[in-house]
């Protein structure tokens, strides 16, 4: 899965980089580098602008939405702590996201995410008793940062729903640090994973789907719902093309933001030979 990721890219650079028509941001765009499920996130996305008319075209947009995807007929806004990511296996079939899929996709901007390896243990102790504490200890992860190994924008795939909250209720807050008041609709968005290349499976079996930015114009057409034609846009990422290190246990703690969170750690644990290595 896509816990948590670093998305730091300036704005502009964002209006730029994706070819944006409309900034429809409020406020400011700070960057991130420990983005967490229920946050605010820059999202890409082709929509009719509000109030234009039936036949008027999409336009490509900047916006941020809630990390969560919350499906239309949600009672609460808490479900989407649940659903920040969405296999692509199964994602044009799951009641929660095939219509999404169909007609709200977008793209998520990241400098890259965060995976957690599982330290092994260093050898069998000849105590039975002292065997028997270290199996009942919490394994050790290591954190790892994984980002293009060419420093390009990382565009994740997603999919974005809105949803309203009940006239008749306050919303709740999901752990989000703001009420959501009745009747207000919210944007919330989910991030569609796939199985990881070898070099990477070492640290999880899982990973973002990243779309090329030769689809990005076909991926985010909201006039594109052919599944299959859909599906054919997302091709996993190839070895060799993501760089990994590991990073500060830092990250552990969603209070913690600031450059170095991507900065490779002085040591760790590595799946590979070289312990502190990039793959």
Not at 9 to 29: C, K, N, P, S, T
Not at 39 to 65: C, F, G, I, M, S
Not at 139 to 167: C, H, T
Request: charged content about 25%; some cysteine; overall charge negative.
């Amino acid at each position: 899965m896509c816990g948590r990721y670093a998305t730091t890219r300036a704005r502009q650079e964002l209006l730029d980089e994706f070819q944006v028509q409309l900034d429809a941001v409020d406020g400011d765009i700070q960057p991130d580098y420990n983005v967490a499920p229920t946050k605010q996130v820059p999202v890409v996305l082709n929509r009719r602008p509000k109030d234009a008319l039936e036949e008027a075209a999409a336009v490509r947009q900047l916006r941020t939405v809630r990390w969560g995807l919350v499906p239309s007929w949600a009672k609460d806004l808490s479900i989407g702590s649940r659903m920040i990511n969405a296999r692509f296996e199964t994602v044009h079939e799951k009641p929660s996201y095939r219509r999404a899929f169909a007609r709200r996709r977008c793209l998520l901007p990241a400098d890259g995410y965060f995976e957690w390896y599982t330290l092994q243990d260093q050898g069998e102790s000849p105590d039975p008793a002292e065997g028997e504490k270290k199996a009942k200890k919490k394994p050790q992860k290591q954190p790892y940062f994984i980002r293009p190994n060419d420093g390009a924008v990382m565009a994740m795939a997603g999919l974005y729903e809105l949803w309203k909250s009940p006239e008749g209720g306050s919303g709740g807050s999901g752990g989000s640090s703001s009420q959501v008041g009745p009747g207000e609709w919210v944007w919330t968005c989910t991030v569609i994973t796939t199985d990881a290349p070898d070099d990477l499976g070492r640290i999880h079996d899982r990973m973002p789907m990243i779309v090329e930015p030769d689809r990005w114009d076909a991926w985010l057409d909201p006039a594109l719902t052919e599944t299959e034609q859909v599906r054919s846009l997302l091709v996993p990422a190839m070895a060799g093309t993501m760089d990994a290190y590991p990073v500060s246990k830092a990250v552990n703690n969603v209070r913690n933001n600031g450059p170095e969170l991507i900065e490779p750690a002085l040591s760790g644990d590595s799946p590979g030979s070289n312990s502190d290595g990039l793959f």
